[in-house]
Every structure is written in structure tokens, then in C-alpha cells.
């Protein structure tokens, strides 16, 4: 059975940084995309990073290109999200998700598994 445990998040100011930490379990770490998503109060949820495993290419949307950076320790199955320069529009709920990798297909798109969420606030 997959699962994911997220770990991280919180409050934090404008400028400031914050690491969220995804955990895996129950399946071949190698063989999957894992990705963040977010989604603020009234918007859609977004996919905001996703890192194939067994290659370390990533995706970054463009509204955390350059101050987000998604990395794996693969002995530790385990994928973190470092977010630097946070702004307050990066306030939502943050999940991880992990998708069976498959070249023919964009990264973290599919069925995915969820971790449970984690709150990030950023205040101004």
C-alpha cells in the first residue's frame, strides 16, 4: 500500500524560507514521479513541483520557479520541498503525491497517491 506522510509547513514571514518533507512507503521508490501540489482557499489546487525518481528531473510551475527546490534522498525514500523567499500568495495546503513514472507521459500526471496536507501561512 502506498504512503505518504508529510512533515513540515507552519507560519512563517514574507522573505522567509520553510522545508516540507514527504516520506514514502509501500512501493519501489525508483519507479515513481513525486510531486507537490497546493491549493489556497478558493482556487483550484495546483502542481507546483515533481521530481522523477530515477533520474532527478524536475518541474517547477512558474510561480515558484527560482525560490522552490524539490530534491530526494533515495535512501531515505523520502522527497523535500525547500521554499525560499515565500510570499503570501504561497499560503495554501501542501500535499505530496506519487505517480508511477512513465516516459510518455508529463511528470506527477495520472492516478497519484496523497500524502495528507500540511498548512503553510505566510504572513506580510
Known amino acids: 500500500e502506498v504512503q505518504l506522510v508529510q512533515s513540515g509547513g507552519g507560519l512563517v514571514q514574507a522573505g522567509g524560507s520553510l522545508r516540507l518533507s514527504c516520506a514514502a512507503s509501500g512501493f519501489t521508490f525508483d519507479d515513481y514521479d513525486i510531486g507537490w501540489f497546493r491549493q489556497a482557499p478558493g482556487k483550484e489546487r495546483e502542481r507546483i513541483s515533481c521530481?522523477?525518481?530515477?533520474?532527478?528531473?524536475?518541474f517547477y510551475a512558474d510561480s515558484v520557479k527560482g525560490r522552490f527546490t524539490v530534491a530526494s534522498v533515495n535512501a531515505k525514500n523520502t522527497v523535500y520541498l525547500r521554499m525560499n523567499n515565500l510570499k503570501s500568495e504561497d499560503t495554501a495546503v501542501y500535499y505530496c503525491?506519487?505517480?508511477?513514472?512513465?516516459?510518455?507521459?508529463?511528470?506527477?500526471?495520472?492516478?497519484?497517491?496523497w500524502g495528507q496536507g500540511t498548512q503553510v501561512t505566510v504572513s506580510s
Open positions: 521530481i522523477r525518481i530515477n533520474d532527478g528531473s524536475t
Open positions: 503525491a506519487a505517480y508511477k513514472a512513465d516516459s510518455s507521459r508529463e511528470k506527477c500526471r495520472g492516478l497519484g497517491s
